[in-house]
């Protein structure tokens, strides 16, 4: 079975700065996305970015990037350039590809990242 | 565009009562839809998932059941609501292996 570990409950960065967020998972498939996703106070989930396991190329949207680094199976989230608006709960998930396996996310237990003016 | 909305958005109900959370989505046809849970502070779990209509997959045993009477409506049920069945509820229906959330329901089980 997969597995995704936030190892770190909350940070705090201050705006402007540069976090990086942390998360290992465990699978033995080849074929899988990666995700962050974002729940502000409002408690919506936003997808922040994507990884497709199968490009070697790190994701970027924007502010966000990722370091995927497939062998390691760690999918660490870098936020440039905080802003108070990062202020959410931030969750990394695994979806296993295949057998219409779409939507099936596996859910870390995420991380409370506090950005301070 | 697609959207997807749930209802209702907050709920408190007593031990032993019944549950009908819904969730529709507008704009896509033969979505794959899907409830989790977020108890406080922790990540989401998935209870459901569905790939068309009448079609129900259980991702854990539990106190809930899920039914899909149309193409693009989903429906989270209980006959008697245990004090743990209290926590967030999300819909969520996917596309090219992404999920788009609905705005959630808090349910408070007294």
């Known amino acids: 079975a997969q597995t995704v570990t936030q190892s770190q409950p909350e940070m705090s960065v201050q705006e402007a700065e540069t976090v990086t967020l942390s998360c290992t998972y465990d699978?033995?498939?080849?074929?899988?996305?990666l995700f962050w996703y974002k729940q502000p106070p409002s408690r919506q989930m936003i997808l922040v970015i994507r990884?497709?396991?199968?490009?070697?190329q790190n994701a970027t949207e924007n502010r966000f990037s990722v370091n995927f680094q497939k062998a390691a199976k760690s999918f660490s989230l870098k936020i440039s350039d905080s802003q108070l608006g990062d202020t959410a709960m931030y969750f990394c998930?695994?979806?296993?590809?295949?057998?219409?396996?779409?939507?099936?996310?596996?859910f870390g237990q995420g991380t409370e990242l506090s950005v301070k003016p | 565009s697609q959207t997807i909305h749930q209802w209702p958005a907050t709920l408190v109900q007593p031990v032993g009562s019944p549950l009908s959370l819904e969730c529709t989505v507008e704009g896509t046809s033969n979505p794959n839809l899907y409830w989790y849970r977020q108890a406080a502070g922790r990540g989401l779990q998935l209870l459901f998932y569905s790939v068309g209509i009448g079609q129900i997959s259980s991702e854990v045993p539990q106190n809930l059941s899920a039914s899909r009477p149309q193409d693009r409506q989903f429906i989270l049920s209980s006959k008697k609501l245990l004090l743990s069945d209290s926590g967030f509820y999300l819909c969520a229906w996917s596309v090219m292996g992404e999920l788009f959330f609905g705005e959630g329901s808090r349910l408070t089980v007294l």
């Open positions: 998930a695994f979806m296993k590809l295949g057998n219409n396996q779409g939507g099936k996310l596996i």
């Open positions: 990884q497709e396991a199968y490009k070697q």
């Open positions: 699978t033995s498939e080849n074929n899988y996305y």
